[in-house]
């Protein structure tokens, strides 16, 4: 799918601004998402790249900017939100955090059901068919029952990422879904990201796992200190980066025992 072919974006941000406090931790951040389309975010720790998911997901609120989605949702943070407004925003999309925060007391498939079937009110039958399903599609069809512990963390990050898919978002959001795992835990996840990127889903993914970067991503932002510095194909941005602060981030992360 061309992320390029004109379509109307499924969502626009423009000029988002946000501060906490004296922090001012975005300071204009524009991002175009197109149905389909994969984009994933870099940049080193602080540079604001959890508040632009948060912000995408009506879980933080800037203080000027707008967004726009898909079905007439325009919001003008400038003008202040409307709690319909928020609400509206965080049904579009669904996030995948680092740490899966999966309810300990609930199993797999309890967990997968609770957004859907409590929180969306959609009949318990048919949202139990489909959770099951997306946990086929995951490997974890027969860890239905189990609890969360009894499972590894590559398979509750799955787990995670099932919980999400089963609300039905216009757009995914992954926050470093594999930055809390095992390296030997992350292929599976990864793998499983890529997969939903093939299958035609919208993702704003925030990864530091270049070679996937590279493989799913249409689209690339670098951003650093609250800003996009440098955006582009994946080739372009880990092939040829034209800005110093792109260079300089994309050694550190390549070469970790450099210090550099
Ligand atoms: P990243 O995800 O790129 O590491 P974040 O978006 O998490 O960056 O954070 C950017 C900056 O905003 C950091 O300085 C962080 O301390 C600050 N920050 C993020 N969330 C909050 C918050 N809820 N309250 C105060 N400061 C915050
Ligand atoms: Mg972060």
Request: a positive charge.
């Given at each position: 799918m061309s992320p390029t072919d004109g379509s109307t974006p499924l969502l626009t941000a423009t000029g988002l601004h946000k501060s906490f406090?004296?922090?001012?931790?975005?300071?204009g951040i524009?991002?175009?998402?197109?149905?389909?389309?994969?984009?994933?975010?870099i940049g080193p720790s602080g540079?604001?790249?959890?508040?632009?998911?948060?912000?995408l997901n009506g879980l933080e609120t800037p203080d000027a900017g707008a967004i726009i989605a898909s079905?007439?949702?325009?919001?003008?943070?400038?003008?202040g939100v409307t709690q319909k407004q928020r609400l509206a925003l965080r049904d579009r999309s669904a996030m995948v955090f680092q740490h899966h925060n999966l309810f300990p007391h609930l199993t797999v498939l309890e967990n997968v059901i609770e957004g859907p079937w409590r929180v969306q009110g959609r009949p318990k039958a048919e949202v139990i068919a489909?959770?099951?399903?997306?946990?086929?599609?995951?490997?974890?069809?027969e860890r239905a029952d189990a609890?969360?512990?009894e499972l590894s963390g590559g398979q509750q990050q799955r787990v995670g990422i099932v919980r999400a898919l089963a609300l039905r978002p216009d757009l995914l959001l992954f926050d470093e879904p594999t930055s809390s795992l095992d390296a030997e835990l992350v292929g599976e996840v990864l793998l499983v990201i890529k997969e939903l990127a093939d299958e035609g889903w919208t993702m704003v993914v925030v990864t530091h796992e270049l070679s996937f970067a590279r493989e799913a991503a249409d689209h690339v932002l670098f951003m650093d200190a609250g800003v996009v510095v440098e955006q582009g194909a994946p080739?372009?941005?880990?092939?040829?980066?034209?800005e110093e602060r792109t260079r300089r981030f994309l050694t550190r992360i390549l070469r970790p025992l450099d210090g550099g």
């Open positions: 406090g004296d922090n001012h931790v975005l300071r524009d991002l175009t998402l197109h149905r389909g389309e994969v984009v994933v975010l540079s604001g790249k959890t508040t632009v998911l948060r912000s079905g007439g949702l325009r919001i003008d943070f400038s003008a489909e959770a099951r399903g997306l946990l086929e599609r995951v490997g974890l069809g609890r969360p512990h080739a372009e941005i880990f092939g040829a980066p034209r």
